[in-house]
T-cell receptor
Framework: EAQVTQNPRYLITVTGKKLTVTCSQN?????MSWYRQDPGLGLRQIYY???????DKGDVPEGYKVSRKEKRNFPLILESPSPNQTSLYFC??????????????FGPGTRLTVL | AQRVTQPEKLLSVFKGAPVELKCNYS??????LFWYVQYSRQRLQLLLR??SRESIKGFTADLNKGETSFHLKKPFAQEEDSAMYYC?????????FGTGTKLQVIP
């Protein structure tokens, strides 16, 4: 089944404790992206990747890191989480970055709470 | 700078009434426009895109390049349409979503 998976789905952690949220897609998509969803603010892009080893900042990259060593995986790293990073996070992938291939396929979301 | 405006945070309509969810965008170049829907506790999924010009679940959206709008419409709302709706232009690598409109269909 073609899908985007994220792990963990729920995470409660404490300030400053490094964490990684994994994202994997099995559709051979070139484009992958991370978003955070907050009430009243909609979805905001954190980072995106056009292909392996190619990543760039979205609108809210502060406090986050990403890597794209393999085409299928795009982990989100919080080196020192803070309470303002408490949010619902979505990973998404797309066959390509623009044009008719621009439909994004979303993962199920990861609800992160930073105490 | 890219900007997407969905002016209504909440839109409540009665079942059977027409629905219009507004989306205005400010974007360089010629983006492709999408509407995504998020049902309660589910992931976002594509509702429709402007280039396909198809109707999904009775929804349509017309791109008005002059007004830079891409409003979503449905002639008769159903209870199962209650969800969050996001407008999203996609024309380059960076993606900007609107803040979303929650549609509430009252039985």
């Amino acid at each position: 089944e073609a899908q985007v998976t994220q792990n963990p789905r729920y995470l409660i952690t404490v300030t400053g404790k490094k964490l990684t949220v994994t994202c994997s897609q099995n559709m051979n998509h070139e484009y992958m992206s991370w978003y955070r969803q907050d009430p009243g603010l909609g979805l905001r892009q954190i980072y995106y990747s056009m292909n392996v080893e190619v990543t760039d900042k979205g609108d809210v990259p502060e406090g986050y890191k990403v890597s794209r060593k393999e085409k299928r995986n795009f982990p989100l790293i919080l080196e020192s989480p803070s309470p303002n990073q408490t949010s619902l996070y979505f990973c998404a992938s797309s066959p390509q970055a623009s044009g008719s291939g621009g439909e994004q396929f979303f993962g199920p979301g990861t609800r992160l709470t930073v105490l | 700078a890219q900007r997407v405006t969905q002016p209504e945070k909440l839109l409540s309509v009665f079942k059977g009434a027409p629905v219009e969810l507004k989306c205005n965008y400010s974007y360089s170049g010629s983006p492709e426009l999408f509407w995504y829907v998020q049902y309660s506790r589910q992931r976002l999924q594509l509702l429709l895109r402007h280039i396909s010009r198809e109707s999904i679940k009775g929804f349509t959206a017309d791109l008005n390049k002059g007004e830079t709008s891409f409003h979503l419409k449905k002639p008769f709302a159903q209870e199962e349409d209650s969800a969050m709706y996001y407008c999203a232009p996609f024309g380059c690598q960076k993606v900007t979503f609107g803040t979303g409109t929650k549609l509430q269909v009252i039985p």
